[in-house]
């Protein structure tokens, strides 16, 4: 039986209703990779990099969504639970669907990764593969077809894309240590 009151298709309608065509993934993708990058969770920069991609302004019901999805982010990237619940169709939605769904969100996370990234080269290699390998799910997303090997495969790649942003969240929000002050005896 599907799930019709998803976090995703609610969303998903939310948008489509208010006249923004685009895919509750990319829109969260975006989010993730522009925090992932060191933008901080200032609601002011998320409004101005999702209304891009809304391209317009959101009604207050839109949002007042992207503020509380903005806050859900939040919460997972600073709590101790290490887990990143991505915003994606249901499991009983067929495997095309959600795989494209997983591209958008790749292409979302490296436009917002991208857009707030203040210096890529100071990345580490493994950083930089991640990047790569968001890059390379983005392209793809049409690879998959209905099998046991392609369910398999979906859910290897959404289990690396839950434990990709932390990472690369980790790496670039980093605390520069104090140099320790030499001891005067």
């Keep these: 039986m599907p799930i019709q009151n998803s976090p995703y298709n609610a969303f998903a309608t939310l948008l489509t209703s ?3 065509p685009v895919s509750p993934a990319e829109l969260h993708g ?6 992932c990058a060191g933008a901080g969770f200032d ?10 991609l809304l391209e317009g302004e959101p009604q207050d ?21 290490m887990t990143v619940v991505l ?20 292409q979302g996370f490296l436009s917002g990764f991208g857009l707030n990234s203040r210096d890529s080269s100071a990345l580490s290699t493994e950083a930089t593969e991640v990047l ?4 390379a799910i983005a392209q793809v997303q049409d690879a998959l077809e209905e ?10 790649v959404m289990e690396y894309l839950r434990v990709a942003p932390l990472l690369l969240f980790t790496e670039t ?12 005896h």
């Design 43 to 52: 609601v002011d920069g998320w409004l101005i990099d999702a209304a891009e």
């Design 132 to 135: 790569q390998d968001l890059a």
């Design 87 to 106: 915003l994606l169709p249901s499991d009983d939605a067929p495997l095309t669907e959600r795989a494209a769904a997983l591209g958008q969100w790749c």
């Design 173 to 184: 929000n980093k605390k520069v240590e104090p140099a320790a002050k030499p001891s005067l």
């Design 61 to 81: 019901n839109v949002r007042n969504a992207l503020i509380g999805l903005q806050e859900m982010v939040k919460g997972e990237l600073t709590s101790d639970d």
């Design 18 to 20: 208010s006249g923004h």
């Design 147 to 156: 099998s046991d090997d392609g369910e398999s495969d979906y859910m290897e």
């Design 30 to 35: 975006l989010l993730l990779g522009r925090s």
